[in-house]
């Protein structure tokens, strides 16, 4: 197995702003995109069928509940990254609690607009849509934007797969490391939205690739794993200058490259 000697000391600064990363993957809860006629209806849905859980305040067991808060700073960081899509999946799939049918999806979408203007993120003119592909290119992002990802954090590159000269696999073209919301690969229309992620000029190491993606060489990739900020080749002392990850997951987006 590789070892790899992460210098923790040696941290590189981002290339680009957290406003650029968000750019980077499409439109944010932070554009508007819902509207204050769906929220209304949303509270109406709320009320009848995730208030006996998670209260009328929507703070959970903090109040007397029987659930997570769903509202305030910590509830946010934790979907810090992940798509709307994700955060809906879990209302539509889970919620209520042992009784998941009890509420139609176009409630839960309601709801989910609901949970947006408590947390204060700002409505537009629009409802939000059930597209999937249109929630998979919507990002959450704390109302201060988002965090930059230290060392360990969980992040997404899309690049171009190729060699470097020492063999190692690398995403070139790529847009600096951005946060991700868990390290499984993106499908569907989670996939389809990683298409339009414009490219860059970084050149990203990928770690502990297995098995082979050879078969991708010169593909449009979506790779995620743990950012590793600085690395040192085995058996040398200069530090390499760009940034790699320890990867969870590589998925093709496309065949072609260009943007």
């Known amino acids: 197995m590789k070892r790899v000697a992460v210098l923790s000391c040696l941290i590189l600064c981002l290339s680009i702003s957290d406003e650029r ?44 509940g029987a659930a997570p808060p769903i509202i305030g700073e910590n509830f946010v960081k934790g979907w810090e990254a992940a798509s709307v899509l994700d955060l809906f999946a879990k209302v539509r799939d889970t919620m209520p609690k042992d009784n998941a049918d009890s509420v139609d999806e176009a409630s839960k979408l309601d709801i989910l607009a609901y949970l947006l203007t408590m947390n204060e993120f700002p409505a537009g003119e629009a409802d939000l849509s059930m597209d999937e592909a249109v929630l998979a290119g919507t990002m959450v992002v704390p109302l201060g934007g988002l965090t930059a990802p230290e060392p360990g954090a969980s992040v997404r590159v899309v690049g171009c797969l190729a060699r470097a000269p020492d063999k190692t696999w690398v995403l070139t073209n790529s847009p600096a490391p951005a946060r991700a919301w868990g390290g499984q690969a993106s499908e569907g229309a989670a996939l389809e939205a990683a298409a339009s992620v414009p490219l860059g000029d970084a050149t990203i190491r990928l770690m502990d690739v297995y098995p082979s993606p050879e078969a991708h060489l010169g593909h449009r990739m979506e790779a995620k794993g743990l950012l590793i900020a600085a690395l040192r080749k085995r058996g040398e002392g200069d530090l390499i200058r760009n940034q790699g990850i320890n990867i969870t997951s590589l998925a093709m987006v496309a065949e072609s490259c260009g943007n």
Do not use: I
């Open 21 to 64: 990363q968000a750019s980077a993957q499409g439109r944010t809860v932070l554009d508007g995109v819902y509207s204050d006629a769906q929220a209304a209806r949303g509270k109406e849905a709320y009320t009848q069928g995730c208030v006996v859980c998670h209260m009328e305040s929507l703070r959970g067991f903090f109040d007397g």
